[in-house]
């Protein structure tokens, strides 16, 4: 959807300038746009994929700590290290 728009107003500016020299510079400021706004997309979904990937992480981690605390058996005494 976003190319669709990109490539709409890139059209429009073709069209309407009547100098071949704006023509240039309106599509390369089209496509520079249409760059910039293709890698801060993609950037934000990396970023949204390492927190998403940190937060299994930590679940993870917090969930095998429980499980290593419950197979614990509470009431032993803990040894001593001096035997």
Not at 10 to 24: M, N, P, R, T, Y
């Given at each position: 959807m976003r190319l669709l728009i990109f490539a709409l107003i890139?059209?429009?500016?073709?069209?309407?300038?009547?100098?071949?020299?704006?023509?240039?510079v309106l599509l390369a400021a089209v496509l520079a746009?249409?760059?910039?706004?293709?890698?801060?997309?993609?950037l934000s979904r990396v970023r949204a994929d390492k927190r998403w990937?940190?937060?299994?992480?930590?679940?993870?981690?917090?969930e095998q700590a429980k499980r290593t605390y419950?197979?614990?058996?509470?009431?032993a005494r803990p040894q001593s290290e001096d035997r």
């Open positions: 890139g059209w429009l500016c073709f069209v309407w300038a009547e100098d071949s020299d704006w023509k240039a746009l249409a760059a910039i706004a293709g890698i801060t997309w993609y990937r940190a937060a299994l992480d930590a679940y993870a981690k917090q419950s197979r614990r058996n509470v009431h």
